[in-house]
């Protein structure tokens, strides 16, 4: 998805008055326009990657948040954090499953630490929990 995608769904939110949605959505589209004008002052265009990197770090900065409301007993702003979570996870592509990735690394000639990480990283960017990778390279 780019920004204008973003854009529109944020629109259907608004008509559909779901505040949380259109909050979690303000916040997401800022930081893709951000990226953007970051990407365009070096020359290149923003990556369906970098959509997916800045997804998955609004989700992580929104469940640290969680967290400190958790403490505070802010129920309902913990609730309404909850919900933004989820409408930003929606967007996320689906991550490879702990078997998936264990039949990776079984397909892998060089079976070292360095090599699978960088491999992963390499192919699978965005669609792989790389501390996920970690353990089931431990686990072999």
Same mark, same amino acid.
Request: one cysteine or more; hydrophobic letters at 45%.
């Given at each position: ?33 951000? =990226? %953007?004008? &970051? ?9 369906? $990657?970098? !959509?997916?990197?800045? /997804?998955? +770090? ?13 403490? =505070? %007993?802010? &129920? ?9 979570? $989820?409408? !930003?996870?929606?967007? /996320?592509? +689906? ?35 790389? +501390? ?9």
């Amino acid at each position: 998805m780019n920004i204008d995608d973003f854009k529109k769904v944020k629109i259907e939110a608004m008509k559909a008055k779901d505040k949380d949605a259109v909050t979690a959505l303000n916040a997401l589209i800022n930081k893709l326009m951000l =990226a %953007g004008i &970051e990407k365009k002052a070096v020359g290149e265009t923003l990556a369906d $990657e970098d !959509v997916v990197k800045i /997804l998955q +770090k609004t989700v992580n900065e929104l469940t640290e948040e969680r967290e400190c409301f958790v403490k =505070a %007993g802010r &129920e309902e702003t913990v609730a309404s954090l909850d919900r933004q979570i $989820e409408t !930003v996870k929606r967007y /996320l592509p +689906k991550l490879l499953s702990a078997d998936e990735i264990k039949d990776i690394i079984l397909g892998l000639e060089d079976k070292t630490m360095p090599t699978v990480m960088k491999h992963f990283k390499a192919n699978y960017a965005g669609k792989v929990d790389m +501390k996920l990778v970690g353990e089931v390279l431990r686990s072999l």
